[in-house]
């Protein structure tokens, strides 16, 4: 797995990381599905653990803010230069900053947003850590991808907020249909995520995808490990590496939606 030694270009994902209220069951869960081993990370802003798959850090898993109850879910991080600018930036186009920017002591600086649609995602300003260190291998990271009722304007947004570049038939222009179906956003001269119609009335999300060997042996684990299926195996998808475009049309095996024993959904797609 190669290692990230460098700040990824900005409007990159580089970290997803869980919020949960039970940090020891999701440490039992995800190192099961996974081969996940923990060590401590920052706790500015309470209980963390980063997870290691191969000895190479792929994500965090954090204990929830407030009382039990709170929602438990996964939160997609981008890689940005100034955290503080690009925070602006979300606000002077219409969203909303919910946390921060803040210091997480000196593994970097971050805020947690959200789009137009509520759909939230994270802002990382790595300085000593740097985000993920290894994507597309079973045990890390797969492909980003943001579902949405309104792809025109999402992708609007995110070119401003993010992006170098917006790709597809949802990229913002004069007399753009509101049926369009999805984009990519490129940084750094690579597709980085896809922009998606959501499924019914789904509240907008940031899907956190996994890459595994095995899509349907990973599904039955999660079931056997408290957790359910949402989805049954779908279309192949790009992953993180960007390989072959980033959407269910692109390159990759099978997609399972997964939701964890907390409820925490998650989706997992069979490496090539």
């Known amino acids: 797995m190669p290692a990230v030694t ?15 209220d039970d940090l020891e069951g999701a440490r039992a869960f995800y190192g099961r599905l996974f081969d996940w ?25 954090g204990v929830s803010p407030g009382a039990p109850g709170h929602p438990v879910g996964w939160t997609t991080y981008f890689s940005v230069d100034h955290a503080d600018e690009v925070s602006q930036r979300v606000r002077e186009c219409g969203g909303t900053v919910a946390v921060g920017p803040v210091q997480a002591g000196r593994a970097g600086r971050l ?3 959200a789009d137009l649609a509520g759909a939230a995602f994270g802002l990382w300003q790595g300085e000593e850590h740097l985000g993920w260190e290894a994507a597309g291998e079973p045990g890390t990271p797969g492909r980003t ?23 597809g038939p949802a990229a913002p222009g004069p007399g753009t249909p509101d ?8 940084a750094g001269g ?50 993180a590496t960007g390989r072959g475009g980033a959407g269910d ?11 964890d024993p907390r409820g925490g959904l998650f989706s997992v797609v069979e490496a090539d």
């Open 190 to 239: 690579r597709t980085v995520a896809r922009i998606r119609r959501g499924e019914g009335p789904a509240p907008a999300r940031w899907r956190t995808c996994f890459t595994v060997a095995d899509a349907a042996r990973t599904a039955a684990l999660a079931v056997r490990s408290g957790g359910r299926v949402v989805t049954s195996p779908g279309p192949p998808a790009a992953d």
């Open 37 to 61: 081993e923990f060590s401590p990370g920052p706790d500015r802003l309470g209980r963390y653990v980063r997870a290691r798959a191969g000895g190479a850090l792929v994500a965090g898993l």
């Open 111 to 113: 805020a947690i947003v």
């Open 249 to 259: 049309d692109g390159a990759g095996g099978p997609v399972v939606h997964l939701a």
């Open 179 to 186: 049926t369009a179906e999805g984009c990519e956003l490129l």
């Open 145 to 167: 991808e943001l579902l949405t009722c309104e792809p025109p304007v999402a992708a609007a947004f995110y070119r401003a907020v993010l992006a170098e570049e917006v790709r």
């Open 6 to 20: 460098l700040r990824l270009a900005q409007g990159s994902p580089c970290w997803t990381s869980l919020l949960t």
